[in-house]
């Protein structure tokens, strides 16, 4: 059981362009909505992160939309590079969980030169 | 440096024989915790650890074994692995506390024939 949906699978987008990452949650009380970004032979690093009583964060050229009613949550990169080519993680935390995150089954993201 | 070192990084085996995949942290945090990464499915936890002597579940425990006796330390333990594991392998840390980024290490990929 998936419990955080993440689309889509991969993407592919032009230099300079917008790339659009989507995630769907169910359960209403996860409290904590990061991403994380992953370079091939790397492990995850964080990236940016949201509380649900923000609707939109927003760091350099990413940016996190939050939609609290729909229960999904956005990962927007401005201005897409090269070197932001990575597969990207949404991820949910639940509220008073000793186990701290579930995460999406990720996005492989091309940025075309 | 601040980093998760998981040891080793590469590993071909066969079935049923017993093999270890080592964690360490040098950030003192109390949180530890193992993923494995599937095509597809995203990462899933295996088991964590609040701290020395404290493990438990996550999603996908079946198989595994885990210990905590210092608090650098988390080895995952396959008693008996199967083709089935052969998965991308990912060990992180984190303090315990609220919204606390989790920093992974580079991952260990185990191939069991």
């Known amino acids: ?113 | 440096e601040a980093q998760v070192t998981q040891n080793p990084r590469y590993l071909i085996t066969v079935t049923g024989k017993k093999l270890t995949v080592t964690c360490s942290q040098n950030m003192n945090h109390e949180y530890m915790s193992w993923y494995r990464q599937d095509p597809g499915l995203g990462l899933r936890q295996i088991y964590y650890s609040m701290n020395v002597e404290v493990t438990d579940k996550g999603d996908v425990p079946e198989g595994y074994k885990v210990s905590r006796k210092e608090k650098r330390n988390f080895p995952l333990i396959l008693e008996s692995p199967s083709p089935n594991q052969t998965s991308l392998y990912f060990c992180a840390s984190s303090p315990v506390g609220l919204n606390q980024p989790q920093h992974f290490g580079d991952g260990t990929r185990l191939s069991i024939l």
Not at chain 1, 3 to 25: D, E, F, M, R
Request: glycine content about 8%; hydrophobic content about 35%.
């Open chain 1, 1 to 113: 059981q998936q419990q955080v949906k993440q689309s889509p699978q991969s993407l592919i987008v032009q230099k300079g362009g917008i790339s659009i990452i989507n995630c769907a949650y169910e359960n209403t009380a996860f409290d904590y909505f990061p991403w994380y970004q992953q370079f091939p032979g790397k492990g995850p690093a964080l990236l940016i992160a949201i509380r649900p009583d923000v609707s939109e964060k927003k760091e350099g050229r990413f940016t996190i939309s939050f939609n609290k009613s729909a229960k999904q949550f956005s990962l927007h990169i401005m201005d897409s590079q090269p070197g932001d080519s990575a597969t990207y993680f949404c991820a949910a935390r639940l509220a008073g969980s000793a186990r701290q995150l579930t995460f999406g089954s990720g996005t492989q993201l091309t940025v075309l030169p």
